[in-house]
């Protein structure tokens, strides 16, 4: 992948932009009886695309689905600034989304490379997230702490963040 070169305000402008996209095209789907998957890659930094990031947002999309038991009703894949975007829409209301993100939590911490991922689920008009399950915060994938923790304090520079990520996303 080619890192473009470009003005900092220019570069948060599109990632805003690009997220707008994915919450348009996942509200075209959400109702009372779906609720959607959503598997974007932690990528630190600019530019959002990273080498092999198809390949490991594709191999969870597909593990998700297998482990949810039933393939998506229909799928959305956002490309844009902000970087690729899996969505999947499956059947189910509160307390299946619940369940489904134990799921997505376990997929993110059962292997290495799956920390490198955020795997959202959403419902009509929120995300559910750990704290709704009790579940612990991420963690850092360089130090072990709490991720937000670390980003908030600026505990790592972007290039470490990066190359630990490019590192992981080899392994898929």
């Not at 008009?125 to 991420?138: M, N, Q, V």
Request: aromatic fraction near 6%.
């Amino acid at each position: 992948m080619n890192t473009i070169k470009t003005d900092t305000g220019d570069a948060l402008s599109a990632i805003l932009s690009g997220r707008e996209e994915r919450v348009r095209a996942r509200d075209r789907h959400l109702s009372e009886v779906l609720f959607a998957c959503q598997i974007t890659i932690n990528i630190p930094g600019y530019p959002k695309r990273i080498e092999n990031d198809c390949k490991a947002i594709e191999k969870y999309a597909s593990l998700f689905s297998l482990k949810w038991g039933s393939d998506p009703i229909c799928t959305e894949t956002v490309s844009n600034e902000a970087g690729l975007c899996w969505i999947g829409f499956f059947r189910g209301e509160a307390p299946d989304a619940q369940r489904a993100k134990k799921l997505a939590v376990s997929l993110e911490e059962g292997s290495p490379e799956g920390r490198i991922l955020d795997i959202d689920i959403i419902v009509c008009g929120r995300s559910i997230s750990r704290s709704d399950l009790g579940l612990p915060a991420r963690s850092c994938i360089l130090c072990g702490r709490t991720a937000k923790e670390c980003a908030r304090e600026m505990n790592h520079t972007y290039s470490d963040l990066r190359a630990a990520v490019k590192k992981l996303i080899e392994n898929i």
